[in-house]
């Protein structure tokens, strides 16, 4: 096995994703766009993309990491417009693109056109909230769209089975798509309900960092295969078990915490890299197989579905926002009225991506002997409409918020919720603290049981202080300054440390050791003042 092509990508595609931090493009799009360039390089090798990687593989650990950095509780406050976009909205989709485009392609039978409308539904999940981040989107819609990016896969492949059922022929009904649907549905939830408690139990349990990190890698893995397993939603088990543990997090070792984020961010940074510049580097494959269907007509078929996919999200956006509160009175009791605005923002926001593609590739190249009717061109169009809705509808959603003017997060109100949070943490910690000095088995001497309390009233005055003014010369907040100075003393010692390790007053094991705390307390004191 060749690795070097893959070597080539995974630190291609990190190097473009750290240049893309310097620049005002997400890093998504500029990824495509470097692969698409890239892939007529000469002597770059040719990427094809293999569903049988991307869906088991792939697909877990991005949703994983997507779901478990979720907030369960205002995904369940925003249930209904999540569900009426990740299994409603998708099934639209798949069925209104599906006979327009049956109409308007020739070339296309009416079940192709179907696969062709579920392969394109679904919206993809980094490149929506790796925009809303970057530009400040109200916190309600970033939750609706991180809601809607972590269902609405499972609703498109089960709608993409049962479209290449009827296909190929194989008898699908519109009551068995029904019981395939509702089948994979509740048994992919089961499946997540099934593992998560054992999972956490175990988590707890293990107080070694690094078994606790290799548990958390191979959870995203055991919960799709085993859902895949039982012919169930393989994308709804990962995303159930992920959104339990991470509302549980706090219940996990902190050494285990700090370890395993750090793994997750580089696995989510790799992994979302190279989805992106897979999709950049699949022109040539593509184009290669479109064969004779290659030209003016396929181009305007692009474009056609193009607009039909951006035009088919404001056709359910806005009735699925105000119809439940013309219908409801209790919505309306219990809502604040929706501007025009959001839905917009929301309807605007379909970015497609890696999934689309990995569901076209995997459309079988023959059936009954043949070829699959029309199976280049629904690669072609998936193609065309991912890096369609990528380029056009991610280059123009930051500049489209501006101009509506969205009311983003209010950063002052939530430093004031994080300074009342911690001083009221602080003063229950200071009780439990009273009462710990009060036994005699706790007793300290007195400048180390005043240490401690001078951790919390540091940990409870940093926050204020990130709202108060900046100093004259510098340009600093007393929390930049602190931070600064803390580094600095830090670096000191460090300096130190290595300079008796290499003159032997240190061995390298105890270098090691003091490194760690003191990197360690650097983190503290940044996450302290962060």
Known sequence: MNVLPLLLLVAGSAAVAGAARRTPVPAPL???????????LPGVPEYA????????????????????????????????????????????????????????VPALTLPAALVLGAVVAPPDAVAATAVARRVGLPSRITTILQGESLVNDATAITAYKVALAAAVGAGATWSGGVRE????????????????VPIHWLRTRLKEALLQNTLSLLIPFVAYGLAEWAHASGVL???VVALYLGHHNWQVDFATRLQEEAVWKMVGFILESAVFALIGLQLPVVLKGLGADQGIRAAWYAVAVFLLVALSRFVWVYPATFLPRLLVRRIREREENPTWKAPFIIGWAGMRGVVSLAIAFSVPRTVHGGPFPGRNLILFLTFTTVIGTLVVQGLTLPPLIRLLRLPGRDAQAEILA?????????????????????????????????RLRRVLERRRNAVWER??????VTGETADDTYRRLSREMIGTERQVFVTLRNHRYLDDEMLRTLLRRLDLEEAAAYRETS
């Open 30 to 40: 500029l990824l495509v766009g470097v692969g698409l360039v890239v892939s007529y």
């Open 181 to 196: 649907f509702l089948l994979a549905a509740v048994g992919g939830v089961a499946v997540g309900l099934v593992l998560m």
């Open 467 to 472: 709202l108060g003014a900046v100093n004259p």
């Open 237 to 239: 088990a990962v995303v």
């Open 49 to 104: 993309l293999d569903p049988e990687v991307v869906l088991p593989l792939v697909l877990p650990p991005l949703l994983y990491t997507a779901a478990a950095d979720s907030s369960y509780l205002d995904l369940r406050a925003q249930l209904r417009p999540v569900a009426l976009l990740s299994v409603g909205y998708v099934l639209f989709a798949t069925l209104a693109v599906g006979w327009v485009v049956y109409l308007l």
């Open 418 to 450: 994080e300074a009342n949070a911690q001083a009221q943490a602080s003063r229950a910690a200071e009780r439990r603290l009273d009462e710990l000095l009060d036994d005699r088995r706790n007793a300290l001497p007195p400048p180390l049981a005043d």
